[in-house]
């Protein structure tokens, strides 16, 4: 997990989040596969790639592993609780 197993590790992929990390914040990949499929999907219709927009995710999801953080006695502020999208219990 880390060197300082005291300390939290925190993922930036929301996808590595299980048995891996206290914490996971970043782009929903499935959404990023949608927008992908899209934009093939457009220029396979014969747009032309320059012509797109450039996107940037928008969807973020926080999850916390409470399992991690109960096994490792970290306690998580009710805050960032409420703030989380998923709950690994």
């Known amino acids: 997990m880390t060197l300082f197993p005291q300390l939290s590790n925190f993922l930036f992929s929301p ?3 299980r048995g891996l990390s ?3 914040y970043g782009v929903n990949l499935i959404w990023c ?4 499929a899209y934009f093939v999907d457009r220029i396979l219709k014969g747009a032309r790639p320059s ?3 450039v996107e940037f995710p928008t969807n973020l999801e926080l ?3 409470l399992q991690a953080a109960k096994a490792l006695g970290l ?9 989380a999208d998923k709950l690994i219990e």
Not at 33 to 36: M, V
Not at 75 to 83: N, Q
């Open 22 to 24: 206290r914490f996971g």
């Open 63 to 65: 999850v916390i592993n």
């Open 15 to 17: 996808r590595h989040r």
């Open 75 to 83: 306690t998580v502020s009710p805050i960032l609780l409420a703030r």
């Open 33 to 36: 596969f949608h927008r992908a």
């Open 51 to 53: 012509d797109l927009p």
